[in-house]
């Protein structure tokens, strides 16, 4: 038996980042906080995602998978703007079926001219923020340690005298 998705969203990331609380284009893992933060919210939509980043860090231009987020890291010599027009233009009579995710107007432009519904980044975060506030479980970028977990590494920590054990020395 097959997984009935019922939407598909092709997001603008580093558009959608800005408008996340807690979430800062500055962050080194901007990225995968997005997508940890997208994959829960897709798996209770019963929904995938496509996720375009620009400017990706040399060697790692590309695609991949995260189970339901497919994430597409463009090279710096594109952009994320360009990739998602193509993709889209691939997409043909299919966009109907596919949400952009986007503030950017040329690439709501590009949806449109496809028959792409459109949100904007803010009503996407805004959507997204609705559903954690809903789950019962903390958002992962909001995730702390308990007492009794700090007490259990610091005990694991004085087992070596405050200092690493063999091959671990700096």
Do not use: C
């Amino acid at each position: 038996m097959g997984y009935n998705f019922s939407m598909q969203y092709i997001i603008d990331g580093h558009n959608l980042i800005p408008h996340l609380r807690g979430m800062s284009l500055t962050d080194l893992e901007d990225e995968q906080a997005l997508i940890d933060l997208l994959i829960p919210f897709l798996r209770a939509k019963k929904s995938r995602a496509m996720v375009f980043f620009d400017k990706a860090a040399v060697g790692m231009a590309g695609q991949r998978n995260f189970g339901l987020v497919k994430a597409f890291f463009v090279h710096s010599s594109s952009s994320a703007d360009a990739a998602i027009a193509d993709y889209v233009r691939q997409l043909g009579g299919a966009g109907r079926n596919h949400t952009l995710v986007s503030s950017d107007r040329m690439v709501q432009a590009s949806a449109r001219a496809h028959h792409l519904t459109i949100l904007t980044s803010q009503a996407f975060a805004e959507k997204l923020e609705s559903f954690w506030q809903e789950e019962p479980v903390q958002a992962p970028r909001e995730v702390t340690i308990s007492e009794q977990e700090i007490k259990e590494w610091e005990e694991l920590f004085s087992q070596y005298g405050g200092t690493p054990p063999d091959g671990m020395s700096p």
